[in-house]
């Protein structure tokens, strides 16, 4: 079968073969992509409408006790100045994105000892209290089953977690001895059995990725049915490992993002802020090709640039209001409407808060 033939198979069938996923990923063209992308846009247009739910991300510590070789916040990045939001500032985030319509904040940060269980899930409780109707997605990495049943308890629903390649190997070289995709895997199946709506992803580009892979990474997506995915290129930064490695192709993104849409209809797929820095157009391409999130940043302007992950992030020179203005302009400008509210998952055309 050719790679179009393929790319229908996965829309029919949901799954692919190991070898033709290596087949697409080996050799994919332009026009592939272009199959594969309006084929995802069709999807999440049946699915979702000319409609992207804005989620408001606040990035509440820079602290991290892992030393991944390609993020700029690892421990080992003397350059990086550390910042921690406290509980107030963490709540006026969320005060501000609510009177901006914000329906869903996602509180991300580094793997940060100094918020502990008891810390953090008095702050997740206190939004879910103040903020009944919102929901709250946690990001910060890998922990106890136990301390995740507690943020479930608190109220977070939703957790983000990429698994960063299904290869153990591939996971090896992009991670010290200490971290292994064993424990990674441990933690995504927990969070689902807990009940979260679970996210995993992949950086596309990463050093050392092969075609092999990624078809790993579809397979285990096939098999781990993510409620979301996050997706978007490596990008170097200087101050880690591999500050001289190239940054991962806008177009394979593209491609990875369209087939998720294609292999996983309902999941929520954000347009990332990578893919958006690695290309001015690179967000409105990604909704293109099947994304139906993006991500406003709504931490505070001063700690903006002490959360760089990797080089050139956009959005670090501008206030939360501004960002979501430009968000919102770039998704009028492909004809397309932001929401604001939860927007769970879609079942039939309703989501669970029956919107
Ligand atoms: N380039 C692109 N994405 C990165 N991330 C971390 N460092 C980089 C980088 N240099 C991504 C990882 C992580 C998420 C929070 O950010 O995939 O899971």
């Not at 991290?64 to 406290?86: E, T």
């Not at 269980?117 to 089953?145: N, Q």
């Not at 977690?161 to 990674?184: K, Q």
């Not at 050093?207 to 092999?212: F, L």
Request: glycine share 8%.
């Amino acid at each position: 079968m050719n790679n179009r033939e393929l790319i229908d198979k996965l829309n029919s069938e949901h799954a692919l073969l190991h070898e033709e996923w290596g087949q697409i990923f080996d050799t994919w063209d332009a026009y592939d992509l272009q199959y594969a992308a309006r084929l995802a846009n069709c999807i999440s247009l049946e699915r979702f409408g000319r409609k992207i739910y804005f989620r408001g991300i606040i990035e509440f510590t820079n602290v991290c006790k892992n030393d991944c070789y390609y993020c700029g916040i690892r421990a080992g990045n003397s350059n990086c100045a550390r910042y921690r939001l406290d509980e107030e500032d963490i709540l006026k985030c969320c005060a501000d994105g609510y009177a901006h319509g914000f329906r869903t904040f996602v509180l991300q940060g580094g793997e940060d000892p100094y918020y502990t269980k008891e810390k953090i899930c008095g702050i997740v409780h206190r939004i879910t209290e103040e903020y009944p109707d919102c929901a709250v997605t946690m990001s910060i990495g890998e922990l106890d089953r136990d301390f995740y049943q507690a943020l479930y308890d608190a109220g977070a629903r939703r957790y983000l977690l990429r698994h960063e390649t299904a290869d153990a190997e591939h996971y090896a070289s992009l991670h010290p001895a200490g971290m292994a995709l064993e424990s990674r895997m441990r933690c995504l199946k927990d969070l689902k059995e807990i009940g979260f709506q679970t996210g995993c992803g992949i950086m596309v580009g990463s050093p050392y990725q092969t075609s092999e892979h990624l078809a790993k990474d579809m397979e285990f997506m096939t098999e781990f049915q993510p409620e979301m995915v996050g997706l978007g290129p490596f990008i170097p930064h200087k101050d880690t490992p591999f500050r001289d490695e190239p940054a991962g192709s806008v177009d394979k993104t593209l491609l990875v993002i369209a087939l998720t849409r294609i292999l996983l209809p309902d999941a929520l797929i954000p347009s990332t802020t990578a893919l958006g820095t690695a290309e001015a157009e690179g967000r409105q391409k990604g909704v293109l090709a099947g994304c139906n999130v993006v991500m406003p940043n709504l931490s505070p302007m001063e700690v903006r640039k002490k959360y760089m992950l990797y080089d050139g992030k956009v959005g670090t020179d501008m206030s939360a209001e501004a960002g979501i203005r430009t968000l919102r302009a770039q998704m009028e400008e492909i004809g397309y409407e932001v929401v604001v509210t939860r927007g769970d998952f879609t079942y039939h055309g309703r989501n669970q808060a029956g919107e």
